[in-house]
């Protein structure tokens, strides 16, 4: 079945430092989703990619979608304690109209050292 | 303007009881979506509903798991018989439309079987 994995599981910064973390699917995707989850929290949306090659950015957030649908990946620029977390990609496929569940990746925790 | 509510937060069951889990989606709202997350995991899709209907259940383990959606009152997911490998967060999310977009979800059900 489809698959997504992220890399690296885990990473730990110093504050200021920039952080990415890569999402790849097994399949091509029809969007790529990226979720924030903190400690103890539940995961929140941050943003969606549809476009092959898209590029957005929300403050020190970027956010990429590969050519080939199959990829992503999030930058953050000079970390702050308040960005850690565990972020998510996640995607899903269309099929001919047909509705279609979010797989998720399987998320890098991000720890952020003042 | 209440957002996905779920509820038990935290649930705790003996080995053998059953578990049941209440997940109100958005007002407008009628997809829903259930999520299992182990500790240390990513989220595994289970199952997705609309009123009434199950949409899509493969990801849920065909022994002793059942969800429902009726048209009155909110999603529930059902274990039957808790065993200790049943201990993980559960979440679900709502969405306005069949399309995967942007999924709020809710604060979660933690269940932890004894």
């Known amino acids: 079945g489809q698959q997504v994995m992220q890399i690296p599981q885990y990473q730990h910064v110093q504050e200021g430092e920039d952080f990415t973390t890569y999402c790849n699917s097994s399949?091509?995707?029809?969007?790529i989703q990226w979720y924030k989850q903190r400690p103890g929290g539940h995961p929140v949306f941050l943003i969606q990619?549809?476009?092959?090659?898209e590029v957005k950015k929300q403050k020190r957030l970027t956010f990429q979608f590969g050519e080939a649908k199959k990829n992503s990946s999030l930058h953050i620029t000079a970390t702050q304690t308040t960005d850690v977390g565990t972020y998510f990609c996640?995607?899903?496929?269309?099929?001919?109209?047909?509705?279609?569940?979010?797989?998720f990746g399987t998320g890098t925790l991000l720890a952020v050292q003042p | 303007n209440a957002g996905v509510m779920q509820n038990p937060r935290h649930l705790v069951r003996r080995r053998g009881q059953e578990a049941r889990l209440r997940c109100s989606p958005m007002k407008g709202h009628s997809h829903v979506y259930w999520y299992r997350q182990l500790p240390e995991e990513g989220l595994k899709f289970m199952v997705y509903l609309q009123k009434e209907n199950i949409i899509d259940e493969s990801g849920m383990p065909k022994e002793r798991f059942s969800a429902e959606f009726p048209k009155e009152g909110p999603s529930i997911l059902r274990i039957q018989q808790v065993v200790r490998g049943d201990s993980a967060a559960y979440f679900c999310?709502?969405?306005?439309?069949?399309?995967?977009?942007?999924?709020?979800f809710g604060s979660g059900t933690r269940l932890t079987v004894v």
């Open positions: 996640a995607g899903s496929r269309s099929r001919g109209g047909a509705t279609n569940k979010l797989i």
């Open positions: 999310a709502s969405s306005q439309t069949g399309v995967a977009y942007g999924y709020t």
């Open positions: 399949t091509t995707l029809s969007n």
């Open positions: 990619l549809v476009k092959s090659g």
